[in-house]
């Protein structure tokens, strides 16, 4: 898991000004809410009193309120009132948690798990299909895997996998992947593929008679873990699988998902398009639950890819210069550190700006940056 980034933390209906959401991410837990003026906030959730979960509180003037002695806290995270103290003395400093940045879009609440000055944090991905609701029909769910959000991402960016997982898809007899380009920018990559899929079933046979070959083009973005599949199933019908993917912890990942069509535009057509949307990822639940090891490994010699696997290894290299840069949060030492004894907080901009000042928390282990392990192993 990686901080400095852009991760989906819930639906923007989850989140309200009646009461606080607790939400668990990246092993970590947090509290949204929104305010008065109904503005989205993400604050860490342990109160820096006593420890008690601040998501487990109820919202007092646009602020939440601790459940266990009502100290109150606004959006910045800093806390406002403490009804135990007399009026008229001054709330210390260090009365505050970590706030991170948040940004609504596609229905989705984004959060910014990092310290990063606002200029340099990476873009949201495009969907423009998302607003234009006059050519396109979009729905929406949820799927919950027992498996590392990294390996989830790679599912997605998988040519050779579908003939194989997917029957509907592709065809295992014509399982060959030809050239590809992939195409890179600095946050995302995407790379075009053909295949021969087999004759649709159902509803679907109106659109195509013929084994005709299907372009389909599946593309990551860094922030939110974000998976876009585009496949084009004949030059005019052309339809959108966008999902985010969550890392709630090491193995667990809640992934929304957006599909978008350009056809069968009315909404009589959901529920076919849903559920043909649920069986791919319960087929690519069966097997990606099941890979061992459940983490990408970091020595990226100890999986063999072909030439198929590109995409993937795109994908792999540029979550490789995140780690390289220090910003992959240290799992084992952090599960030592919370097993009971301590709680720990991603670094949030504020923090970064006090230098670490008048914040009560640590912050959680990460893995040390490329340079210090070129160091290290100079040292020994
Ligand atoms: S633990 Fe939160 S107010 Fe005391
Ligand atoms: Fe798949």
């Not at 050239?179 to 790379?191: G, L, V």
């Not at 907080?345 to 230098?355: D, F, G, K, N, T």
Request: glycine share 6%; proline share 7%.
């Amino acid at each position: 898991m990686i901080i400095n980034q852009w991760y989906v933390a819930a639906d923007s209906t989850e989140v309200t000004a009646a009461a606080p959401a607790k939400v668990r991410l990246c092993g970590l837990d947090f509290t949204l809410f929104r305010d008065a003026a109904g503005r989205a906030h993400c604050i860490s959730d342990v109160c820096v009193h006593r420890g008690a979960s601040l998501g487990e509180g109820r919202m007092e003037k646009g602020c939440v309120e601790c459940p266990y002695h009502g100290w109150q806290f606004d959006g910045a995270g800093n806390v406002v009132r403490i009804p135990s103290l007399p009026a008229e003395t001054p709330i210390p400093k260090r009365a505050r948690v970590d706030s991170y940045p948040v940004i609504e879009r596609y229905g989705w609440i984004w959060v910014f798990l990092g310290d990063l000055p606002e200029a340099e944090r990476p873009p949201l991905p495009d969907f423009p299909e998302y607003a234009d609701t006059a050519n396109w029909r979009t729905i929406r769910g949820d799927w919950h895997w027992r498996a590392n959000y990294a390996r989830i991402v790679e599912n997605g960016l998988d040519f050779s996998h579908a003939p194989f997982v997917h029957p509907s898809f592709g065809d295992r007899d014509r399982a060959e992947i030809h050239d590809f380009e992939i195409e890179q920018d600095a946050w995302s990559a995407r790379a075009k593929v053909t295949y021969i899929p087999p004759l649709p079933r159902g509803i679907w046979k109106l659109m195509r008679k013929e084994r005709t070959p299907v372009q389909a083009q599946p593309s990551f973005h860094l922030s939110g873990a974000t998976m876009r599949l585009d496949v084009w199933l004949t030059s005019s019908w052309h339809m959108v699988i966008f999902d985010v993917n969550t890392p709630v912890d090491e193995t667990r990942t809640h992934t929304r998902w957006i599909m978008a069509r350009n056809f069968f535009r009315h909404p009589l057509f959901d529920g076919d398009s849903r559920r043909r949307t649920l069986k791919i990822f319960a087929q690519d639940t069966q097997i990606v639950e099941k890979i061992c090891p459940e983490i990408v490994p970091t020595d990226l010699r100890e999986e063999l890819s072909v030439k198929s696997d590109g995409l993937m290894n795109a994908f792999r290299q540029r979550r490789r210069e995140l780690i390289e840069r220090g910003w992959a949060i240290d799992v084992d030492m952090l599960r030592h550190h919370i097993d009971g004894k301590r709680a720990l907080v991603i670094p949030s901009p504020a923090r970064r700006e006090s230098q670490g000042r008048n914040f009560v928390l640590k912050t959680v282990p990460l893995l040390p940056p490329r340079a210090e392990i070129a160091l290290q192993s100079a040292a020994q």
